[in-house]
């Protein structure tokens, strides 16, 4: 049976470009989204682009993705595209780095 929790939890798939590795951005994003009660992670692409998967209240990812565009002030975010994912999806319990893909 699904719990209130269940139906306020929205998963993103986020890809961010522009000047997004090299500048502390992985690791300012673990530590905002852990304080911001978001799990999932974050991962270097090849293509010099960020990835992460974000999951929590639709609020919350929202305030997220804001933070990763505008609040990270060594990083120059080009573009950002967001793709909801539709459940059933895997439920993540903490937010972490995973390695570049």
Known sequence: MATRDD????????????????VGYRE????????????GWVRNRMDDSVEATLQGPRAQLQAMCDWMREDMPAALV???????IEPPF?????FER????
């Open 28 to 39: 300012a994003c673990v530590r905002h989204a852990r304080t911001s009660g978001i799990t």
């Open 78 to 84: 080009d573009d950002m595209d967001v793709k909801t």
């Open 90 to 94: 895997p439920r993540f319990d903490h």
């Open 98 to 101: 995973w390695p570049t893909l």
């Open 7 to 22: 139906d306020d939890l929205q998963c993103w798939l986020v890809r961010v470009r522009g000047r997004v590795q090299g």
